[in-house]
């Protein structure tokens, strides 16, 4: 089981990017390994179009099944229902605060875009 | 001859100018057609006032997948790998199509082995025709919410290309140097920037040089809505590039007007109730389709 954290930089001490298609990076952590990977978002970033939708792309082939971001939008959330990846939100904070509040369940699943 | 009116930046006058050059074009007996490709916003005809009496929808023809087809080969994932705009995307093991960012290229169709995919028409934007005096006019008008503008301006222009040879086109650009600006200027001969005298408008009227000139398009600007500032030589500088190589002409310098800009709150053609303002329209008119003329020589 994979988990996708957008965030500003590598690492469990980089904060939580707010943007999802336009994050810097991607944090997917292997939770049974306790694995840890970077996914690069820079084509995204740069896109003119459809920056979410690759950011999509980039996580799903990341092995991700779990998203924790921001705010994510219509089409991303779309694409990334549609590839049975649950998308979580999660405003602030370090990658590793992140990880352990959704651990808790504490941080809402998000089923509707939130931009 | 077609001639574009184009601009760096919304509110520069681009439209004024544009109708104003239509309208006078007709008077002098120019069989004249305007073109309103700025297909986000199209407001040409509150001045204009054309009755419009066709409407032709326009499709962007989107690739439609068949699951089954897609899952017996194994959900290949060639589409999404020639699709530039992330229209469609593989994402492991289910295809998903966006059909508002298509820009119904036909790639992922021919990518695909399987024959998984076909065209279906979705509906991005009408054109509008018709009649505004001796002018004949069209719009564009792209539906809310898409993204698509070019293909509605490529109609726009289909439809004023069944033109009369010896006639003048008008063609009100978006503003800007994306997409839709480029599509709206291919294919004319001519291009008139127009250019509002401030800082923001240099700056950005210069991005709209450099666009023109790396599509090899001729060009001259118009500075509108001059004042002591522009005057006085400051930022002038910024608009840099094109006029100051001398590749970029200025035909007219249009002094800021309050009563133009009052005509124009009104719904008013300011060349109809500002008369030193129809004398400036008709020396520009002139001089463009001099400059032009020579330039398409
Ligand atoms: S037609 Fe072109 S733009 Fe549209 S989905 Fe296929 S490849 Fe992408
Ligand atoms: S190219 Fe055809 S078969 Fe391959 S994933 Fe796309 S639709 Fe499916």
Known sequence: MKVAISASEPGMSASVDPRFGRAHCFVVIDLESGALATSDNTISQSAAHGAGIQAAKTVVEAGARTVITGKVGPKALAALQAAHVDVYQCSGGTVQQAVERWWKGSLTKVTAATV | ?297
């Not at chain 2, 006058?13 to 109708?19: D, H, S, V």
């Not at chain 2, 006019?137 to 293909?151: E, I, K, R, T």
């Not at chain 2, 290309?161 to 001969?189: F, K, M, N, Y």
């Not at chain 2, 509002?196 to 450099?210: I, K, Q, S, V, Y």
């Open chain 2, 1 to 297: 001859m077609r001639i574009a009116v184009a601009s760096g930046k919304g509110g520069a006058g681009k439209t004024t100018i544009a109708t104003s050059l239509a309208v006078i074009a007709a008077e002098r007996g120019l069989t004249t057609t305007f073109l309103d490709c700025d297909v986000e916003e199209p407001n040409g005809h509150l001045f204009l006032h054309p009755a419009l009496c066709q409407k032709q929808v326009v499709n962007v023809p989107v690739p439609q997948l068949d699951e089954k087809t897609c899952r017996d080969h194994g959900v290949c994932g060639r589409c999404g790998q020639a699709c530039h705009f992330s229209a469609i995307v593989c994402l492991g093991d289910v295809v998903v199509v966006n059909p508002d960012l298509c820009h119904g290229c036909g790639a992922c169709i021919l990518a695909c082995p399987a024959n998984a995919l076909k065209e279906v028409p979705h509906r991005t934007g009408v054109v509008e025709s018709g009649q505004a005096g001796a002018l004949r006019f069209a719009q564009g008008l792209l539906d809310v919410g898409q993204a698509m503008a070019s293909p509605v301006i490529r109609r726009v222009k289909e439809w004023g290309a069944q033109e009369v040879p010896a006639g003048l086109t008008i063609v009100d650009a978006p503003p800007g140097t994306a997409c839709p600006t480029v599509e709206a200027v291919r294919g004319s001969d001519f291009v008139l920037l127009v250019v509002e005298a401030t800082p923001f408008g240099l700056h950005d009227a210069a991005l709209a040089a450099d666009t023109l000139e790396a599509l090899g398009v001729r060009a001259a600007a118009v500075l509108n809505r001059v004042d002591r500032f522009v005057e006085a030589g400051r930022g002038i500088t910024e608009f840099g590039g094109a006029i100051l190589r001398g590749t970029m002409p200025v035909l007219a310098r249009i002094p800021a007007d309050r009563q133009v800009a009052e005509a124009y709150a009104r719904g008013q053609m300011p060349i109809g109730v500002v008369p030193r303002f129809r004398q400036a329209m008709e020396r520009l008119l002139t001089r463009l389709l001099e400059v032009a003329r020579r330039e398409a020589a």
